[in-house]
């Protein structure tokens, strides 16, 4: 490729970014997602910084308007009313300036916050918004703690299949089941105006996620309610190795910013996660994997979220290896990787969200890992795929596995971010 398209390319992912700007943060795309969203928000700081350090922290900065008091980051902000999307702030009636949801998503923030600190020009910048950031992003840690793990099992509780951000993934199909499809408020769904129903979660898993929102508004939203009266309670392996993730970023941070209790506080909790999320190894499937705490058993059913303790650093070196090779035999059955779940499992479905597609996000985290795992070559393989699924296949909002093909809304923000970080 000559250097004039890939500064085209460069630039067309920048356009995208300031063209899903609404004044402080992105929306995930025009239309579909016309809000902030919690994980997005993240990786599109990451991409911002790589050409406008003061947005990238105006990213991070206009999220946190989102968070309550507790420290609790919910997964949607509502700055600005739309009809566009269900469920809208009525739905979850919370009472919030600005309006936001009530639950939560994958804690990818201080692992951004970190990397803009690291990597940024204007030092004085970054130092008088992270003096501002670490408290938040402390208190955030301690809320995933009290809230979502308070008999301290190292491992953090999801509610909802959106807290994961991986909202159909075949991983919940069995804890889902429990969920009765019977709702309070009226179904409007937004979503399938806007994109193709068959790539969309079907109208019987909105029911029950709409069942669940209803169960927790009727807790009030009050932690020790919702987590006693949820019928559905996984411990996702892509959020806790998220989070573990974020942990450590922000044990890093509090060496600049925190104080010694503080940093004693991160690595206890550190300690405590790495050695649960070991519980979760399956030599049999090859990968890490969820586990339903209602249930008290293994989801055993490979996703790419399995291969998230590698970005998390829980992973031992074998681990990481028969993880190399999982993914070499998932290789097999596609022509693309990393597919969101594994193409040998029956509920394998190429176009389904995260039944099969791949998502740059999550190829990304993986790589990532298998990086700092010392698997240079897979590493740049998976980097190297996602830059060419994305050049080939537009800023879309995920990918088909077996043919590469751009699927789902169209110029996604955390997409185009991830082309940015990929060619930076
Ligand atoms: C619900 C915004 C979000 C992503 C999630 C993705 C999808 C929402 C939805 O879109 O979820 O949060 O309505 O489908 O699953 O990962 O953050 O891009």
């Not at 058993?297 to 829980?314: E, N, W």
């Not at 993880?323 to 693309?336: C, H, K, L």
Request: glycine share 8%; net charge negative; with cysteine.
């Amino acid at each position: 490729m000559s250097d004039h398209s890939d500064q085209t390319r460069t630039e067309r992912a920048r356009a995208t970014l300031r063209a899903n700007d609404r004044g402080g943060y992105c929306v995930p795309t025009a239309r579909l997602y016309p809000f902030q969203w919690n994980w997005d928000s993240a990786f599109v700081a990451m991409g911002w910084a790589t050409f406008d350090e003061p947005r990238a922290w105006d990213e991070i900065l206009s999220l946190l308007r989102g968070q309550w008091d507790d420290g609790l980051i919910p997964h949607i902000v509502f700055h600005a009313p739309s009809d566009d999307y269900f469920p809208g702030p009525d739905v979850w009636q919370i009472h919030h300036t600005p309006p936001t949801s009530g639950i939560t998503q994958p804690p990818v923030l201080a692992t951004a916050a970190r990397q803009l600190l690291e990597r940024a020009k204007d030092h004085a910048l970054a130092e008088a918004r992270m003096a501002t950031l670490y408290p938040r992003l402390l208190l955030n840690h301690r809320w995933w703690q009290q809230a979502r793990d308070p008999a301290r099992t190292g491992l953090v509780a999801t509610l909802h299949p959106w807290e994961t951000g991986m909202d159909n993934s075949p991983a919940w199909d069995a804890a889902m089941a429990r969920v009765p499809t019977t709702t309070e408020t009226v179904i409007r769904r937004r979503d399938t105006a806007h994109v193709d129903p068959a790539m969309r979660p079907r109208a019987e898993d909105y029911q029950r996620f709409i069942h669940l929102v209803d169960v927790f508004r009727g807790a009030g939203w009050a932690p020790d309610r919702m987590l006693a009266a949820s019928p559905f309670k996984v411990a996702d392996i892509g959020t806790n190795a998220i989070l573990l993730r974020a942990e450590r970023d922000l044990l890093a941070l509090a060496e600049r910013f925190g104080s010694a209790a503080e940093r004693a506080e991160i690595a206890a909790r550190i300690a405590g996660m790495q050695a649960a999320i070991q519980r979760l190894w399956d030599p049999g499937l090859g990968l890490f994997t969820c586990l339903d705490l209602i249930g008290n058993a293994p989801v055993r059913v490979g996703t790419s979220a399995g291969f998230l303790p590698l970005y998390g650093r829980a992973a031992t070196a074998e681990q990481a290896a028969v993880m190399a090779g999982t993914m070499q035999a998932w290789a097999q059955r596609v022509a693309w990787l990393v597919p969101s779940t594994d193409p040998a499992h029956p509920s394998f479905e190429p176009l389904r969200y995260w039944r099969g597609p791949i998502w740059a996000v999550v190829n990304w985290m993986i790589a990532d890992g298998l990086a700092q795992a010392g698997n240079a070559g897979l590493a740049a393989h998976i980097r190297d795929t996602t830059r060419r699924l994305i050049e080939a296949g537009g800023l879309s909002e995920y990918f088909d596995p077996t043919d590469g093909r751009g699927v789902g809304g169209a110029d996604f923000s955390w997409t185009a971010a991830i082309y940015l970080l990929l060619t930076d």
